[in-house]
């Protein structure tokens, strides 16, 4: 299986990052978030059946997140696309009052912290030969 990732696994996995991140809140106002918040405090089956697909996918992603970087490669690839969006906003390509533009770009970085994240294990073993304890059907 190793053999076969490449970038296209890392897009896969960046286009699913972005579809549970921008699907959960994004400030279009077409959200889980926004359609919960017209909902609750009722109960709706579909709101039940949406908020246990995205905690699954939550939960996915963000252990396997956890467990590749840890949490000192999370805080090094938050700081590193920290410093990405300040530059953005230095270079005078974004405004900084430009609220939803900004959150925009925080949320493709979420994203793209997610899929380093679920792809991070794969690219070490391939930069280093390495393979981690949990590879163990090779």
Not at 37 to 42: A, E, R, S, V
Not at 102 to 129: D, P, Q, T
Request: charged letters at 10%; glycine letters at 8%.
């Amino acid at each position: 299986m190793a053999a076969n990732f490449g970038a296209s696994s890392i897009l896969v996995r960046f286009l699913f990052a972005l579809v549970l991140v921008f699907s959960t809140f994004n400030p279009s106002g077409y959200s889980y978030y926004h359609w919960a918040q017209k909902i609750l405090p009722g109960l709706d089956p579909v709101l039940a059946l949406a908020t246990i697909g995205l905690l699954i996918g939550w939960v996915i992603f963000l252990r396997a997140t956890l467990r590749s970087l840890g949490v000192i490669g999370i805080a090094l690839a938050a700081a590193l696309f920290g410093c990405i969006l300040w530059l953005i906003i230095d270079a005078g390509i974004v405004a900084a009052d430009n609220m939803n533009t900004v959150l925009y770009i925080v949320l493709v970085l979420i994203s793209a912290i997610l899929a380093i994240g679920m792809s991070w294990s794969h690219v070490r073993r391939r930069m280093s030969g390495q393979t981690d304890m949990d590879d163990v059907d090779e």
